[in-house]
């Protein structure tokens, strides 16, 4: 008896075998305007908070009447004081006929307002600049005679003389330096904020 051996086509689908069903087309009903899906809303998930942003405190305005509160940066504290103490220096000179003592007189408030309008950040510059801005004041109201030696000689007598004027001041500049340093710091650390080094 033969045998009649029969080879299976290698390729492409054979024709014994049930093709599987064909997916059923989507309803377009879940479309939006133009063919694009419609996507689910999403449940809303734990929400984050904002990390707060900390800002600068603006500076208060000066009240009608009152006092200005300039921020003077070093330099321009230094500057402030010199020309301030100079041009007292001139008046006194003019009207007080060169007396030291007024001279030394006004330059108390002077020295308050240059502590006082410092900015934070120069804090430490206006005990350095008071006495500095004391010695320029001096040159008009210093007595010497004609000439560069002279001149010097007279502002190394006054300033030797006056030096309880100088001390003064710079000790007041000092302490209200050092009081505004305190109150920053404390305002720092209430404010849950690092203190400065």
Known sequence: MEQYRTRSPQYGPRRDRPR?????????AGRGAGGEPVRAARPPGPRRRPVPVRRPAPAPAPAAGGLPNPRLTGLGSGLFCAVVMFLLGALCSALFGASLT????????????????????????????????????????????????GTLMGLVTALATEAGWLYGGTLV????????????????????????V
Do not use: K
Not at 178 to 192: D, N, S
């Open 20 to 28: 599987p069903p064909r997916q059923p087309v989507p309803s377009q």
């Open 173 to 196: 500049a000092g302490l209200i330096v050092i009081v505004r340093r305190i109150r920053l710091v404390h305002r720092r650390r209430t404010a849950g904020g690092r203190p400065p």
């Open 102 to 149: 007024a001279y030394g007189v006004l330059f108390l408030p002077v020295s308050v307002l240059t502590a006082l309008w410092v900015r934070r950040g120069d804090l430490m510059t206006a005990p350095v600049v008071v006495p500095i801005a004391f010695a320029v004041g001096l040159l008009p109201v210093a007595d010497g005679e004609d000439g560069t030696g």
